[in-house]
């Protein structure tokens, strides 16, 4: 058996959320250094940049976004202090003091509108990672306490040696925080005020090695698992890892799905789904799920979102080249808002503008592309005012100016 001893409270929190990270944008920090000559320091910004936005930072201790870190100084005896305020703690802002070597807190309480700085009692950033962790830790449905002379048993049972833990430093809470590798188990050693006897023994069962293979997310709840779909899927748009996308939606899927959540929901989820299987070109398997998304869209009686999906059909059938199906659901939508939302005029312009696209995207037929374009700019001429329909009249006039030069040139190839 393997164990992991005296853990630092970040590589606790990556085993602990089996290496998921859902965290604060790279380019905010370098956003704040430019703007403001904000250095956040590394620690904090580890921190922040991986678990920002997970249940871990939403507690009673929250470490703030960099928009909201400021610096000052505060005035003391023979000199000044300086302090980076880097978020909360219950009703109480939490700082760190810079220039000091393990960055020791500081609390700031409100007292007649002002906030009155004090130190912590040698408290550290890190000792302070290490109460949000046990403190997340605890929540855990299934934990257990031991002391006296039984925990000598139950580290003999984990394979732990006593004499390899030691008590942490840079925090009024004396804990050690290990893990035993093989077991899936978190084993937090509590000392008294010394540091020279361990009192207590907390041991929380988490997932066997297997058991994390089989379960990637164990550790991660419902709505962490949400957060960290749309930090991979919509924040992170441009570099998407769909694999990863994939593997989050499926899981939750799997939760829904064991809950009994409304259909609806599920719908959104399936569809969700099917864009990723999509993006990562296996077309079967969105088509499957897509189905399960419309079957339940359909038993809705949801016009809106009906419409919206077989628009999303459309384009998913253009891009694999399914031309008959994808006229046939672009066909269905059109027939939707026409009958229920006429004076939707953006809308149906949309259909005609996507639907032309996709067929110029393809090199298609440019007459079809011109007829499309035609037709779309009638809808968007209705209502000029409106700021999508204007921007929409010149992205369609492009679109039709671009397929009518490739008409020409095809025309030309052919008479030579």
């Not at 960290?228 to 748009?237: C, D, I, K, M, P």
């Amino acid at each position: 058996m393997s164990v992991l001893y005296n853990l630092e409270p970040l590589k606790a929190i990556e085993l602990f959320y089996d290496g998921e990270k859902n965290g604060v944008w790279n380019g905010d920090f370098i956003k704040n250094e430019k703007e403001r000559g904000l250095t956040v320091p590394p620690m904090l910004r580890e921190f922040l940049e991986k678990y920002a936005y997970l249940d871990i930072n939403k507690g009673q201790v929250t470490f703030f976004h960099p928009d909201y870190i400021r610096e000052f100084s505060l005035p003391i005896e023979g000199g000044k202090v300086h302090i980076m305020l880097i978020g909360k703690v219950n009703e109480m802002f939490l700082g760190i003091e810079l220039g000091t070597k393990e960055l020791d807190i500081a609390f700031g309480e409100v007292k007649d509108e002002r906030i009155m700085w004090g130190p912590s009692n040698e408290i550290t950033l890190a000792g302070m990672m290490r109460v949000m962790f046990v403190s997340t830790l605890f929540k855990c449905e299934d934990k257990f306490l031991y002391q006296g002379a039984e925990i000598d048993a139950v580290l003999k049972k984990h394979g732990a040696a006593r004499s390899e833990i030691m008590p942490s430093s840079g925090s009024t809470q004396h804990t050690s925080i290990n893990f035993d590798e093989e077991n899936g188990a978190f084993l937090i050693a509590e000392y008294n005020k010394q540091g020279d006897e361990m009192t207590f023994l907390h041991v929380v069962p988490r997932k066997t090695r297997e058991q994390r293979k089989a379960e990637r997310f164990a550790s991660v709840t419902l709505d962490e698992l949400n957060s960290l779909f749309e930090g991979e899927f919509y924040t992170n748009s441009l570099h998407c890892d769909f694999a990863h996308a994939l593997d989050i939606k499926l899981e939750i899927i799997k939760r829904l799905e064991q809950s009994g959540a409304e259909e609806l929901e599920l719908a959104k989820h399936y569809a969700l789904a099917g864009r990723c299987l999509w993006a990562l070109n296996r077309p079967d398997e969105a088509a499957e799920y897509y189905g399960r998304a419309g079957k339940l869209i359909e038993k809705s009686g949801d016009i809106e979102k009906l419409a919206a999906h077989y628009h999303s059909l459309g384009c998913f059938y253009a891009d694999t080249k399914q031309w008959d199906k994808s006229d046939e659901m672009f066909g269905m939508e059109l027939s939707l808002r026409l009958e229920h939302s006429l004076d939707n005029v953006y809308d149906i312009g949309m259909v005609y503008r996507t639907e032309a696209e996709n067929i110029d995207n393809a090199s298609g037929d440019p007459d079809r592309v011109i007829e499309l374009c035609e037709l779309a700019l009638e809808q968007f001429r209705k209502d000029p005012r409106d700021s999508g329909c204007k921007y929409e009249i010149a992205r369609v006039q492009q679109l039709r100016g671009k397929a009518r030069r490739r008409k020409k040139e095809l025309a030309k190839n052919a008479g030579q």
